[in-house]
Each structure stands twice: as structure tokens, then as C-alpha cells.
């Protein structure tokens, strides 16, 4: 069930909208996306809108020389995170197969929840070794030094783990239009099964994270200036109809297709976006 097409990239477009200096460096490797980083220059703080996701993301929040780690966990349903005044953001985008990066924080547990990380016994040292790092590449490869201790551990797991990344693989692959009955089919377990990996490695249901990564698709389709009409694209990822689909953004994202669209054109959003 492996495939290396369509990579699932996208990003909390709003860390891309609220700052003009973000940078991202694409990985798509061993449940990794890609490492980014933004700053606040607004002089105040600011609640940044967080969308519907079924990844997470590693923040570390770097102001008045110290440094914050937050894990925000995957989420069902559209919230916030506090943007500090005159802080730097790196962050690091990890795929649903990695959500357990995290040994004393169960996948189910950080579902729609951000946790400071600082204080945890098996990432206290660490935190305190990305503190002293100034610049993204130095971060990167740290970052990855410890990760692959992570990665190490992982291997040794069951092979039901192995199971739920063949899942997700699919479930990407397909852009989450995908059926339970389908999964069954494919991989030759009962939905009962499936969704009991689904609940203990990540925290979901196989249907939620579908949803999730589907949306996520949709996203980065609207952010590449691809949404033409709204009947093609509701048509596209298999919605009932052009309603359903408004209703689903809007809950998901806050906003209208429409609306956020506006946002994405008025904002340049490709424009925002520094590879590195």
C-alpha cells in the first residue's frame, strides 16, 4: 500500500498569513513534513487561527532569550494559538504516524490540546539544547539528531503500528477520499480493528483522520490558487454537493470557501513562502 504520491505538505495556513518572513524547508520522511519558522513583529500578542488537522506540530517559541516548546496536537474542531509579541516561531510539521513523539503524552491525550513541552523529564534537555541554537539550520539538525533516537524506539514497536502507517499511507495517497468498508477491504481487518489502532495510536477515528487529511488537501489545493468553482472542487473531494461542502469548511476552518479564498488572493499566500 506504500506511495510516495500525492506528499501530504500542507501547513496551518495561518502561520503563513499572519507573518511576512516564513520560511519552510519540505522533508516527507519517516513522519516528518517539513520544518518552518515565522516571527511576530506586530509588537503585541495575537491569537493565530489553528484549522481542523490531523497532524501536529512541535513549536518552539523563542523570546527574551529563553525558549517555549509547544506540542499541538491534532484537532478536530478550529482553535487558536497565542502568537507572543516580538518572539520567533521554529516549528517542526509531523505526519500522523509520528503524534507518539512524545513519550510522557499519550496520542490520545494531546488530541485538540497544546502542552508546554519544557518541563517533561524526556524533553527537558533537549528544550534546553534548542534554546541555545540561533539560526534554522542549526535547529533542523538538531532536531533531527534527537528524532532519530525517537525513530530508533519506534521500530521496535508492534506490527500494529506498522498496520496504521500502511492506513495512513493509503488514507493520504487517496487525499482521505476513502471508506472505511474500502480500508476493510484493503487491508484485510475489520472497520472494529482498524479504528482500535486509529484510537490508540493517534487518538482518532479511521473516519476523523479521512476528514482531517482530506481537508488539509483542499487547503493546499485553495492556497495554490486552485479552486476555480466551487461545484468542481465539492465534486472533486467527494462532496454531496455544493452545500455540504460550504458546511464542512466552515466548520472545520471558521470560514466560508469563498471567504478564505479572499484571504489567500488578497495575502499573495505563494508569495509569503520562502523554500530554505
Known sequence: MHSNEPDLISIQPYFVLASGDFCQHIMIENGISHFFSFSNKTGKDFNLPL??????????????????????GSTLEPRTFCVRENAEYFGVRLQPSASNFIKEIPPKEAVG????????????????????????????????????????????????????KQIEELIIKRKGRVRISELEELSG????????????????????????????????????????????????????????????????????????????????????????
Open 189 to 276: 481487518y475489520s472497520s472494529r480493528y482498524i479504528n482500535k489502532i486509529f484510537d490508540s495510536e493517534l487518538g482518532m477515528s479511521t473516519k476523523q483522520l479521512c476528514s482531517s487529511i482530506k481537508f488539509q488537501f483542499l487547503l493546499d489545493d485553495i492556497n495554490k490558487g486552485q479552486m476555480e468553482n466551487l461545484t468542481a472542487i465539492s465534486s472533486e473531494y467527494h462532496f454531496y454537493d455544493q452545500a455540504h461542502f460550504i458546511h464542512e469548511f466552515k466548520e472545520f476552518s471558521g470560514k466560508t470557501p469563498s471567504e478564505y479564498n479572499s484571504e489567500v488572493i488578497n495575502s499573495e499566500y505563494r508569495k509569503n513562502i520562502k523554500d530554505v
Open 51 to 72: 484549522m481542523v488537522d490531523g497532524c501536529s506540530n512541535l513549536i518552539f517559541e523563542y523570546r527574551e532569550g529563553g525558549v517555549r516548546t509547544h506540542f499541538v
Open 113 to 164: 490540546k497544546i502542552i508546554i513541552l519544557d518541563d517533561l523529564p524526556s524533553m527537558k534537555d533537549f528544550c534546553k539544547k534548542m534554546a541555545g541554537l540561533n539560526d534554522f539550520e542549526s535547529r533542523m539538525k538538531v532536531f533531527l539528531e534527537e528524532y532519530s533516537r525517537f525513530s530508533e524506539q519506534d521500530c521496535k514497536k508492534a506490527s500494529r503500528s506498522e498496520l496504521f
